[in-house]
């Protein structure tokens, strides 16, 4: 006979995992060559320092020997967390390295031509509106959203703590292009075109029409805003909660809205009409 106590039916009511989605941006790093020694000092020259602990892809059509390159990125402060697949699937799986799918069109990477400027205290002037006008909120459920992978390390995307910027760029963002900045809010002076994504580890602010993909607090930053003049998003997220074009609050598109995560709520999107 078998006596079942009071904590083995609790701990049978629990499982013992759960599965959920949550959105996170991850590097690509594509190699062309397997000589240490030189992605070595490219490492050097795009790396501030050895603590930015970004996880990343390889992606690689050259053979290397994988687990030299998987120690050398870590030396580096960069998390290999899994490949690309293709030549180096086998050696992948002999270390337990994730396998993630090719691309069927390689999202191009942006690197603006302008150095970012240092950030000053002012706030943004999108933000200064919402002490200034009448708001309507409406929360959406956050769900959660496949990773997002960025083709290149460069080393905008690559900052430390310490050198916190705003990252602005004057130059429409077209389909098919992708624009990551990480250590500081992204302003766009332009508008982001359907089948484009702007992604940044803090604040997002579109001063023309917000199309595309927009994510802010990639890295996870419950106070990350997104500011936009004209919203019309395919997909917008906060702090790894988002919400499809589909789901968006039919009285925000093509409103100025702010969008922020609210903890217990999800996404709550404010328009922000003019006094």
């Not at 790093?29 to 990343?56: H, R």
């Not at 799918?101 to 000053?120: C, F, H, M, T």
């Not at 930053?221 to 997909?235: E, G, H, M, S, Y």
Request: charged share 20%; glycine share 6%.
């Amino acid at each position: 006979m078998t006596i079942q106590t009071h904590d083995q039916q609790t701990s049978s009511a629990t499982p013992a995992l759960a599965f959920y989605g949550k959105m996170l941006t991850f590097s690509r790093v594509q190699f062309s060559t397997d000589d240490l020694s030189v992605i070595e000092a490219e490492l050097a020259k795009t790396l501030s320092n050895k603590s930015s602990n970004i996880p990343v892809l390889i992606d690689s059509d050259v053979e290397q020997d994988l687990a030299a390159l998987v120690e050398l990125l870590w030396s580096w402060g960069v998390q290999p967390i899994g490949v690309v697949t293709g030549i180096l699937d086998e050696q992948a799986r002999a270390q337990r390295l994730a396998i993630f799918p090719a691309d069927g069109k390689r999202i191009e990477r942006i690197v603006s031509n302008k150095k970012p400027p240092v950030k000053v205290s002012d706030t943004p002037d999108t933000q200064r509106t919402d002490t200034n006008t009448t708001s309507h909120d409406t929360t959406a459920t956050g769900d959660t959203a496949p990773e997002t992978t960025i083709s290149t390390v460069t080393a905008e995307t690559l900052v430390s703590a310490e050198h916190i910027t705003s990252l602005f760029y004057d130059q429409m963002l077209r389909s098919g292009q992708s624009l990551n900045h990480v250590g500081g809010d992204l302003i766009l002076t332009n508008s982001v075109n359907s089948g484009a994504e702007a992604i940044t580890d803090n604040s997002l602010h579109v001063y023309g029409r917000a199309q595309g993909r927009l994510v802010a607090g990639a890295t996870g930053d419950k106070d990350a805003r997104i500011f936009c003049q004209v919203f019309n998003p395919t997909l917008v997220s906060v702090a790894g909660t988002y919400c499809l074009r589909d789901n968006l609050p039919e009285h925000v598109i093509d409103k100025s809205v702010q969008v922020r995560f609210v903890e217990g709520e999800g996404l709550v999107f404010t328009v922000m009409d003019n006094a």
